[in-house]
């Protein structure tokens, strides 16, 4: 039987235009900085860096990137200026950074948890602990990655709160909500975002070759799914991919992190 084809994308992640998923991937986390203006983008993992890269170098050139000790960088990594400890917390505190990070688990209202799972007082599993979720969250804006979308990931309830959700902003106070958003969260399935009236999870996107039956199965609790249909994450430009291939990920990292 051969492959199926539907909007140019075939059934195993790969458009005829030979886009893999991962660059899909690394498309999605590029737009959760579209329209932030002059904000420290702070990425962790190689797709959700090469996305800020890409943003800075196209359509958000007003982007800080930061090389992650003391000094601003382009997106070739040259020193633009220096970023003391102190400028770098005051961006943090007054919501002019937008970080994105990873998700151990995930759950309907965007809490996340990468510190332990299971009971807290005996875990199944120790990871990293908080980290800077928790300020990270109530401070400035927060996205996610997960590049293994799974039901284990999505979870219905997240055993630690790290991440703030808005459920749990909302029960904390004006403190919590001030800067607190989640704009998006980006799985190697599609793209997530939270623009409905309770602040739950939607299916925003799909990555060519995923359909909504795969997202569903591989949540562990009711998406929103939008009555119109799901469009699927938008093509990258061949200037874009041009970007990706030759100059910001030559080497191919984001394969690592997805595989097609």
């Known amino acids: 039987m051969s492959e199926v084809t539907v909007g140019g994308v075939t059934a195993g992640g790969v458009s005829v235009g030979g886009v893999t998923r991962a660059e899909y991937c690394v498309i999605a986390c590029a737009e959760a900085w579209r329209g932030d203006g002059e904000v420290l983008a702070s990425p962790m993992g190689p797709i959700p860096s090469t ?17 992650g000790e003391a000094l601003l960088v382009g997106p070739d990594g040259a020193p633009e ?14 919501g002019r950074r937008h970080v994105m990070m990873g998700a151990s688990q995930i759950d309907r209202f965007g809490n996340q948890n990468i510190s332990c799972v299971g009971d807290w007082e005996r875990p199944t599993r120790q990871l990293l602990g908080v980290r800077g979720g928790p300020v990270n969250t109530v401070n400035n804006p927060v996205s996610y990655w997960v590049p293994r979308h799974s039901a284990r990931v999505f979870v219905e309830k997240v055993d630690m709160i790290g991440g703030v959700g808005y459920d749990s902003a909302a029960a904390a106070g004006p403190t919590a909500t001030r800067f607190h958003r989640i704009p998006r969260v980006v799985s190697n399935l599609g793209v997530f975002d939270f623009a409905t009236e309770g602040h739950t999870m939607r299916l925003a996107s799909l990555h ?27 093509e990258p430009s061949p200037a874009e991919l041009e970007l990706i291939r030759e100059d910001l990920d030559p080497k191919g990292l984001r394969d690592r992190e997805v595989r097609g």
């Open 51 to 67: 996305g800020a890269r890409l943003a800075r170098r196209t359509f958000s050139p007003e982007l800080l990137l930061t090389d």
């Open 81 to 94: 200026g220096w970023l003391p400890y102190r400028q770098h917390l005051a961006l943090v505190t007054g």
């Open 208 to 234: 060519p070759g995923v359909t909504v039956e795969e997202v569903v199965a591989a949540t562990g609790f009711e998406l929103v799914i939008p009555d119109d249909g799901v469009p699927y994450t938008r």
